[in-house]
């Protein structure tokens, strides 16, 4: 048996020494759990973005909408017929397929702040132009807050997600114009309730707005283009399946799959950001186990008799060995629990981040919510044992090598 | 002097203590050291450049950007409208203007296979030394310009290009090599992509950010886009301008935006930091919650070795108290232990991050290779030492207070 009451109040005795090198746990695992939390929320966002059973079309070799172009002729030469007699298509009781075509892009937005120099500064904005406005809704299972509505066909008018419209100020009814002087000047008819969406950051507006005004036409060889479609099919197994079908057709070549699978794409660049949170923690964590070890060793140090006198009644070298590990483990994971808690209390924060696929470009910001989970609890455990256990190993092998004679001398 | 030697016999007494205070300091001060790296580069970035400012042109609202490519003739050719605007802003020079338009080439006619893929920036050939941030100094004498206006092997004109190494590498291809690239991201008006008949005159600089990149001649690209009819014919993705100063730069912007209103014209660390915007936040998280968290855990971890020494050393202390030590020198002797201890483990740890990254010469794509700043041995240095005063400063106090009654009655 493990003298457990000894160790416990040898910890207590020594609480300043135990207070402290906790101290050092819980900075480190609380640090952890932040940058894990960070990258969980971005990668959640991703994962739960788009509904299963949607398909994207972009054109082919784009994996990311931001570089996708598909003459819209094209799609109506070619690709109509693809979801117009497909009836598995989801459609509505009076026919009107689930379908949205869209155009997508950064724009750069003038300032009305300028700068000392009187010259104008600048901002990038998303912007989508929709065909549909409802339907785009539909598709993509967005609603308009109450107290607005979709925009209309012969209107200038915008909707916008309620994160950006909240960084810019305006409310239903206000009128926004991107290019300081020049059209489009769109009155804000709606909100997509597009919290934790990554449409939060967007503004939708006509196709031919953004087609004509931030250069997604070619107005001298009078061509217009999609960047994306997306449909609604039943679920995901046949979405995959119609991309197979839709990635085959011998008169057009173009980039389809499932809505999720593009947005687990988007998440690329978080692995190089997940792997710096993860050496950062390793780094830190070694320094953390150097902490322990030094209070552990003092704490050999400091109770050589007293391992000694263990010895003598009976305390086998293995059950000293536990000791000390136990030891150095309880103040592991005292510090490493307070942390996992520190850490858990920046649950929800909202915060900004990038999704891209890795073509180059400015990638799509989103707004997420850093999100503490089981599974970054359960990683910040395996550190908080780990660094326990590396920590303590060397000193509590140190106490069990004590000759016992030697040490009650 | 003394009192230094009393130090280094005091932290040589418990070698083990001192090596995992020390190890602990240098893993920590190493993960700082490549946190401040990363921040200053940013830094460095977005900060503007006193002389030799280069402005970048872009379309004023598209992203990506592409505009008439007649608006950079204009302003770098003698005679255009805009060059004689510009003429009249002191340290405008029309010889320092470049243009840029991107292509997208692959060797690979199925368009699959990523490693036959490389960036190519078609420009001016003569302006990719003088005007390419980071290639300063490149082909100074003009022999590679002249190469890729007049490939030796092929005889074409125009159709050279200068590679990264790296690029080059995975390539498969060899300086001298004749061959034919798709441009995934050019299309003629019949709607099949552009094709472009290429041969490798030269290399770019090795670690260096254009080490993936190649450069080619804009009027090659020009001849070949006219010929499909391509709607990127005329058009080009960026413009450049170098100006001698601040001020410079912003009069020159300020003129060839008032007559293009298709274009804005800014110090490329303006362009850069709008890029740069979403990350802010995120490095206002590293800047104040990381980097001051790294400082406490080394401070703490200090604290805790010190304090340790302090409290073994009641006795010792007392005696020096008995032999006429005055309470500030007991600080003062404590402190110093704590300090030399954190500066050395500090500028080690500095010294070996400095030397592995530079050696390594880790890529990073666009910014080129990571590289610590010789600054950062300061840095080590200094982040070494704070921490370790500030954790060797509440021992330190302790140990001054040390009665040497209570010490020697309860030996008694």
Redesign the interface.
Known sequence: MIPLRYNYRNLLVRWRTTLLTAVGFLLVIGLLVIMLAFVRGLSTLAENAGHPGNVIILKDGANDEMFSDINIDDVHRTLFSLWSTDDLVQHDEDGSKWVSFEVYGNVTQELQEHGPDGRASYRIVQVRGIEEPAMAGKVHGLNILPGGRWFSRSGIECVMGKSLAHELNLQVGDTFQPRTGLPPVWQLVGILDSVGSPFDREIWAKREDIGKYFGKDNEEKKQSFYTTIVLRLPDYETASLACKHYRDLPDIKVNAMPEKDYYIKLTENLKTFQGSAIFIAMIMAVGGCFGLMNTMFAAVSQRIKDIGVLRIIGYSKLQILLSFLLESLLIAVLGGALGILAGMSFNGIEQQGQLSAGQGGPGKTVVFKMVVDSQVIRTAFVFTFAMGLLGGVVPALTAMRLKPLDAVR | MKLFKLILKNLARNK??TS??A???F??V??FTL?ATVISFLNAQMTDQTKDVLSLIS??????S?FDQKYMDDIGKPGGFLNSQLHAVDGFHEDLTNLWQFIVLTLDPS?QDKDKFFFAIATWPDKIGKMTDGLKGFDADGKLANLIRHPPVSGVDNIGIVIGPERLKKLGKKVGDVFKAIA?SHKGAD?KQVEFEIEIVGLLPDENRWAQVAFMDIEYVSRVLKAVNS?MDGQVNLGWIMTDSQESA?AS??VI?SYV?DV?C?PLS?AIG??I???V??LF?VKF??VP??F???T??V???I??TVR?RRMEIAVLKVLGFAPRQIMALILGEGIFLGALAGELSALVVWGLMNNIKTQIPIFGQFKVPDEALLWGFAAGAVTAFFGSLFPAFTARKVKVVDVFSKVA
């Not at chain 2, 379309?59 to 990506?64: E, V």
């Open positions: 083990l203590r995992l205070t190890l602990a300091i893993s920590l190493a993960i946190i379309d004023r609202y598209r992203i990506p592409r368009m995934i709607g709607d912003q912007g300020g935006e209103t804005k800014e303006a709008r890029f915007g979403p990350f936040k995120i998280w919650v990381l968290a790294i406490v855990i080394m703490v971890i604290a805790n070795a304090s340790i073994e």
